[in-house]
């Protein structure tokens, strides 16, 4: 079984990575939407004016997507990382499926309480599936 990245780093890089991608904005900076009747120059025709709302908002959304777009690949990534390191921790082949499950679950019981929260749970689960498939000893 080929075991990713996430499976060689440590639970405190996967936090950090988790902790970078948390922090990435979706606002973008320098820029701002403007209603529709904003005027960029009073010496310049209501027409241009309207052109240059429509033009800033554009650059706007746009921006807006590509920042979400940034986003959401490094969330998908540290997700990755995240899933190959409990594969890796428990061992047994686990199945993708398994170890989504194993996140699934400490997420939702840890999450409000931040990653270290999520960590402990995870500690716990992990140590559960180690014991249920090891087998009778």
Excluded at 19 to 44: A, T
Excluded at 117 to 131: K, N, V
Aim: glycine share 6%.
């Amino acid at each position: 079984m080929d075991m990713g990245k996430g499976a060689d780093m440590s639970w405190e890089d996967i936090q950090n990575e988790f902790d970078i991608m948390n922090r990435m904005s979706c606002r973008p900076v320098g820029l701002q939407k403007v209603p529709g009747n904003h005027i960029f120059d009073e010496d310049q025709s209501v027409k241009w004016n309207r052109e240059q709302v429509e033009l800033n908002n554009k650059k706007y959304q746009s921006e807006v997507a590509r920042l979400n777009t940034e986003k959401n690949k490094a969330r998908d990534s540290v997700y990755n990382l995240i899933i190959e390191k409990i594969q890796y921790e428990v061992g047994h082949r686990l199945s993708r499926k398994k170890a989504e499950a194993i996140w699934n679950r400490a997420y939702e019981d840890g999450h409000s309480f931040g990653f270290y929260e999520i960590r402990c749970r995870l500690s716990d689960l992990i140590d559960l599936a180690i014991t249920l498939l090891g087998g009778d000893k």
